[in-house]
């Protein structure tokens, strides 16, 4: 596994826009695929954007548009530019990395501690 830690959460408001930063300890391939989770009080785990090395990424439909997720392979970090933010944006998002791109299993790979983004009306 990794270490993994993020930067960048924060309160802003309707409309405004931040940037979360990952960093991993080293490339390895476990961090073949880094992408951002989010998980809200009362709601399940899921997935924000997820980007293979090669620079192929998906999106969740709620936030395709106004998210953006890049990653500079050189530094072992990740970013997400997140854009137009609506109150349910309001989570705490985690990093994570993982060999393969199966984004749909939840809880497979390395995790940051996580970083609290509250977007207010």
């Known amino acids: 596994q990794v270490q993994l830690v993020e930067s960048g959460g924060g309160l802003v408001q309707a409309g405004g826009s931040l940037r979360l930063s990952c960093s991993a300890s080293?490339?390895?391939?476990?961090?073949?695929?880094m992408g951002w989770y989010r998980q809200a009080p009362g709601k399940q785990r899921e997935l924000v954007a997820g980007?293979?090395?090669?620079?192929?990424?998906v999106y969740a439909d709620s936030v395709m548009g106004r998210f953006i997720i890049s990653r500079d392979n050189s530094k072992n970090t990740v970013y997400l530019e997140m854009n137009t933010l609506k109150p349910e944006d309001t989570a705490n998002y985690y990093c994570?990395?993982?060999?393969?791109?199966?984004?749909?299993?939840?809880?497979?790979?390395?995790w940051g501690a996580g970083t609290q983004v509250t977007v207010s009306s």
């Open positions: 994570n990395a993982r060999p393969t791109a199966n984004w749909h299993f939840l809880y497979t790979g390395s």
């Open positions: 080293r490339s390895t391939e476990q961090s073949n695929n």
């Open positions: 980007i293979s090395r090669d620079g192929s990424a």
